[in-house]
C-alpha cells in the first residue's frame, strides 16, 4: 500500500508565478516530512523537512505547510523560476531517523519562462 | 568534500545472473541506505547498513541483500536477477544519528535486466 501519495504526476507553471505541490499519507506514525528534488541523471537533493509538531516551515522561497488532521502537506515555491523544473518527491519517516523513508511516486514541474 | 560515489553508473544484465552494486559513502557519514527507484513506484527503501550492521530492512524479497565494511563503503548485490530489477539504485549516507538530518543521495546506478 502506498503510505505516501502525490496524485499529481506533473505540474505546469508559468515563471514568477506560485507552484503548489501536493502530498497525502496515511500513516500517523510519521515524525517528519521531507521533499526532494531530482533532475535528470542526478540523485534526488533535500530541499526542506518539517517536524509534526509545527504547521509551517519557510527556506527561501520554498515554504510547506502541513495538516496533520487531513494527513495533508504541501510545497510552496514562490516565485517559480525555470530552474525549478525537476521532479518533487515527498517523504516521511518516524522517529528513529532518516534513514528510513518512505517516498511518494513525485511529481514532476515544468516552469516555463 | 566528496559526495556520495556509485558504481558503476549503467549496467546490462540477463535474467538469471546476479549484480553488486557499490556505494562510497560522504567522508564521516556512518549510515548507508539503498533505494529503488521504478517508474510508478517511486523510492522505495530496501536496507540501511550502520556500523557494518543491517540496521533497518524493506520488504524486498532474500535476493536483495548488501553489506557494510569498516570504512563506511558499502555494496548491495542481487541474485537471479529477473526482469522487474531493471530500476535506478540509489544510495544514500548520513551521520546515522537520531537527529543526523537528511539523506545525502548519490547519482545512482541504472540496472536494465534483459
Known amino acids: 500500500d502506498q503510505q505516501v501519495k502525490q496524485n499529481s504526476p506533473s505540474l505546469s507553471v508559468q515563471e514568477g508565478r506560485i507552484s503548489i505541490l501536493n502530498c497525502d499519507y496515511t500513516?500517523?506514525?510519521?515524525?517528519?516530512f521531507l521533499w526532494y528534488k531530482k533532475y535528470p541523471a542526478e540523485g534526488p537533493t533535500f530541499l526542506i523537512s518539517?517536524?509534526?509538531?509545527?504547521d509551517k516551515n519557510e527556506d527561501g522561497r520554498f515554504t510547506v505547510f502541513l495538516n496533520k488532521s487531513a494527513k495533508h502537506l504541501s510545497l510552496h515555491i514562490v516565485p517559480s523560476q525555470p530552474g525549478d523544473s525537476a521532479v518533487y518527491f515527498c517523504?516521511?519517516?518516524?522517529?528513529?531517523?532518516?534513514?528510513?523513508?518512505?517516498f511518494g511516486t513525485g511529481t514532476r514541474l515544468l516552469v516555463s519562462p | 568534500k566528496a559526495g556520495v560515489t556509485q558504481t558503476p553508473r549503467y549496467l546490462i544484465k540477463t535474467r538469471g545472473q546476479q549484480v553488486t552494486l557499490s556505494c562510497s559513502p560522504i567522508?564521516?557519514?556512518?549510515?548507508v541506505s539503498w533505494y529503488q527507484q521504478t517508474p510508478g513506484q517511486g523510492l522505495q527503501f530496501l536496507f540501511e547498513?550502520?556500523?557494518?550492521?543491517?540496521?533497518n530492512k524493506g520488504n524486498f524479497p532474500g535476493r536483495f541483500s548488501g553489506r557494510q565494511f569498516s570504512n563506511s563503503r558499502s555494496e548491495m548485490n542481487v541474485s537471479t536477477l529477473e526482469l522487474g530489477d531493471s530500476a535506478l539504485y540509489l544510495c544514500?549516507?548520513?551521520?546515522?544519528?537520531?537527529?543526523?538530518?537528511?539523506?545525502?543521495f548519490g547519482e545512482g546506478s541504472r540496472l536494465t535486466v534483459l
Open positions: 567522508s564521516g557519514h556512518r549510515s
Open positions: 517523504a516521511a519517516s518516524g522517529r528513529t531517523g532518516f534513514q528510513k523513508l518512505v
Open positions: 544514500a549516507s548520513n551521520s546515522g544519528g537520531p537527529n543526523s538530518g537528511e539523506l545525502f
Open positions: 547498513y550502520f556500523s557494518e550492521t543491517q540496521r
Open positions: 518539517i517536524s509534526s509538531i509545527k
Open positions: 500513516n500517523s506514525m510519521f515524525d517528519y
